[in-house]
């Protein structure tokens, strides 16, 4: 049985960050609206986890913006934006993708209900699946690797019909920002499961990559973690998306107090 998210936060969702609306939620009330969503067999839902680069990606592009803003929960895989949150609404915690799909994971061993990974590569998906049996052995597990996409994936009547077939509840997607974000838009309305796009999570699970350690992710600097992990391919992300990010905060900002004055007069 789920529990129904408590408190302020069932009134006071969230804000808006540079023009995206961002949840307020914990890790555990995420949880509990997934598993609760999962019973009643509904089509059409979505879930992005977002971090700087994706609320950056969608300031820049109209059409992504209206995707990341039509999903059905926009949670805070980012310390940034949790800080931010956390100015209005003091309950605001990180709600990571490698923790979410672990702790779903988990819930839905635990009530028998089968779960499907798409994504990742080919190669890692077996080692992946070895890790995530190992500790919940009961847990109903399927998953697929798909060919290369392109950034705006069309509709694949195929995978629906497999993912349909598995029976499962949830769908991860690790496919990248902004790709598996459109690729939930496209597939979401026709697939009776919640999909979370959990970009880099495949990775973590399945040990490919190392995760920042604890102390790090707390103070905000596992993007520096991952930076030096992956420097060729990540320091353009990192140095012009934050630039980017802190940027139109200020824009935001400036606006926001010119639009006070002229609503006050002067």
């Known amino acids: 049985m789920t529990k129904e998210v408590q408190g302020s936060m069932a009134t006071e969702p969230g804000m808006h960050i540079i023009g995206v609306h961002t949840d307020t939620?914990?890790?555990?009330?995420?949880?509990?609206l997934v598993l609760d969503r999962t019973e009643k067999n509904i089509v059409g839902s979505y879930i992005?986890?977002?971090?700087?680069?994706?609320?950056?990606?969608?300031?820049?592009?109209?059409?992504?913006?209206?995707?990341?803003?039509?999903?059905?929960?926009?949670?805070?895989?980012?310390?940034?934006?949790?800080?931010?949150?956390?100015?209005?609404?003091?309950?605001?915690?990180?709600?990571?993708?490698?923790?979410?799909?672990?702790?779903?994971?988990?819930?839905?061993?635990?009530?028998?209900m089968p779960v499907f990974f798409y994504g990742g590569r080919a190669r890692e998906l077996p080692r992946l699946k070895k890790r995530l049996l190992a500790v919940y052995p009961s847990l109903k597990l399927s998953c697929e690797a798909p060919p290369e996409l392109p950034e705006r994936p069309g509709f694949d009547q195929c995978i629906v019909d497999k993912i349909k077939k598995s029976g499962a509840r949830v769908v991860f997607?690790?496919?990248?920002?902004?790709?598996?974000?459109?690729?939930?838009?496209?597939?979401?309305?026709?697939?009776p499961a919640v999909l979370i796009g959990v970009g880099a999570a495949f990775d973590f699970i399945a040990g490919t990559k190392g995760r920042a350690p604890k102390w790090m992710q707390k103070m905000g600097l596992e993007w520096l973690y991952r930076l030096a992990s992956e420097p060729r391919r990540l320091w353009k992300r990192y140095l012009v998306t934050n630039s980017l990010f802190v940027y139109f905060l200020l824009v935001d900002k400036i606006r926001s107090i010119i639009s006070g004055k002229q609503k006050d007069g002067r």
Request: with cysteine; proline share 7%; charged share 25%.
């Open 48 to 112: 992005c986890v977002a971090n700087i680069h994706t609320l950056v990606t969608a300031r820049l592009n109209p059409d992504f913006s209206k995707v990341v803003n039509k999903s059905w929960r926009v949670v805070s895989d980012g310390m940034p934006l949790v800080w931010l949150l956390k100015r209005k609404f003091p309950w605001a915690e990180r709600v990571a993708g490698p923790d979410l799909t672990e702790r779903l994971c988990h819930e839905m061993a635990d009530q028998g």
């Open 25 to 32: 939620f914990r890790l555990e009330d995420v949880q509990n």
């Open 173 to 191: 997607v690790g496919l990248g920002c902004p790709k598996q974000e459109y690729w939930m838009h496209v597939h979401a309305p026709h697939i």
